[in-house]
């Protein structure tokens, strides 16, 4: 396998800049000025400003009347204070690239220059219109970046007919990727249950109505949701990641609250998860004499992978890297991904790519560490298949029509 028409220098160049001056969501101004800055000396259209940051850059192969493809990477980081000591660590407090999508935008970006060389000299390409669609926003969670530019008309103004995305992996070798058609990801809602009675002394409840009783029992009761109304063989999770209630430990308090991180394989699972969540608060409440408010925030929906695109993807990476490395009926995650919004109006396909070991402390490696941590880093090595990748399926699109 072959890699010279990949700029790997300029690829590990552009990736470590991108960490050193991470951005937040709908503020990667500097982040997409770098993308725009490239694709235009490369000879992309380029239109900036969907959703704040957003970059989409085009490239019109042969008379263009082919077919469309999407190529699409994150660019946000995340508000956590970088623990690597890299030299190329984070030099914004409290901001860090702590889930790769500063090598993601460098593996599409080492895509779109070998790409931009084979429309220059009319190599290796068919007919197409090629949209490289650099997202904003992908950590913010509900209204993400992907959803934002879909508003502003993303898929309207650059109409795909399939597109692609991809996330690095942190304990999957370097080489190797997974994926698998159907559904391949979680969908994520947020839900926040508050019971409210009525506050009074410790020493005296039974002159009170105490709310932390409907709240411990809906706690008890939410994993019989995922035990006793999901088939078994599907998938659900359920996580209490706050509770709050009092004050003082002699003062039954009014109210009483918890937040709940609920996701879910299948979009039947969904919904059977928020009916049955508001359904359990609601009677816990009623049968403590209490009232209850639930607030249910819909987050990114299940990632369905469609099935033509998969099978591309399964004979290019193969091509790329080899039938051992490749996973196509790899296991699902129960994380989320706003590329899901995407794939509900396109079809294609999300992959993962190895990241390999990827954490330090001190400078020194620690072996493979989890995405969303401290001493978490892109691994540079997996630079090059990714950009491989991309510019092998662009190939395959464009010519095999």
């Known amino acids: 396998m072959s890699f010279a028409n990949l700029d790997l220098k300029a690829m590990k160049e552009w990736r470590r800049a991108i960490h050193q001056n991470p951005e937040l969501g709908f503020e990667e101004f500097n982040t997409s000025r770098l993308v725009t800055d490239c694709l235009r000396s490369w000879g992309y259209e380029v239109h900036t400003g969907l959703a704040v940051t957003g970059v989409v850059g085009q490239l019109v192969f042969g008379d263009g009347s082919g077919p469309r493809l999407g190529l699409r990477a994150d660019m946000d980081a995340l508000p956590l204070q970088e623990q690597t000591s890299l030299p190329w660590q984070s030099r914004t407090p409290g901001k860090m690239h702590a889930c790769g999508h500063d090598g993601h935008t460098a593996i599409l970006l080492g895509a779109a220059k070998a790409l931009a060389g084979s429309h220059a000299t009319g190599t290796g390409m068919g007919n197409g219109t090629l949209n490289l669609i650099f997202q904003p926003a992908e950590e913010v969670g509900g209204g993400g970046g992907a959803q934002r530019m879909m508003e502003e008309g993303l898929f309207d103004r650059f109409p795909c007919d399939a597109v692609f995305g991809l996330h690095n ?216 298949g990714g950009g491989q990748l991309w510019v092998k399926l662009a190939e395959r699109y464009f010519s095999r029509r």
């Open 169 to 384: 992996m942190p304990g999957t070798p370097v080489g190797q990727c997974f994926f698998r058609s159907g559904p391949f990801m979680c969908s994520s809602d947020k839900v926040n249950i508050r019971f409210t009675g009525k506050g009074g002394h410790g020493a005296m409840p039974q002159l009170a109505l105490d709310p932390t009783q409907p709240l411990a029992a809906t706690v008890q009761g939410l994993q019989s949701l995922i035990g006793r109304n999901i088939d078994p063989l599907h998938c659900g999770v359920i996580s209490v990641g706050r509770i709050a209630a009092g004050e003082s430990y002699n003062i039954i308090p009014e109210q009483a609250e918890l937040d709940l991180s609920v996701r879910a394989l299948q979009p039947q699972v969904r919904d059977i998860l928020c009916q049955r969540i508001k359904a359990l608060a609601e009677h816990q409440a009623q049968a403590y004499d209490c009232t209850v408010q639930i607030r249910y925030e819909a987050g990114y929906p299940v990632l369905i992978n469609s099935e033509a695109e998969t099978r591309l993807v399964e004979a290019v990476a193969i091509e790329v890297f080899g039938v051992d490395n490749v996973d196509a009926n790899g296991a699902p995650l129960t994380a989320s991904e706003d590329f899901a919004y995407m794939l509900e109006q396109v079809p294609g396909c999300y992959l993962m790519i190895g990241n390999g070991d990827n954490g330090y402390t001190d400078g020194a490696r620690l072996g493979p560490c989890s995405v969303h941590n401290p001493h978490y880093d892109f691994n540079d090595e997996c630079l090059s």
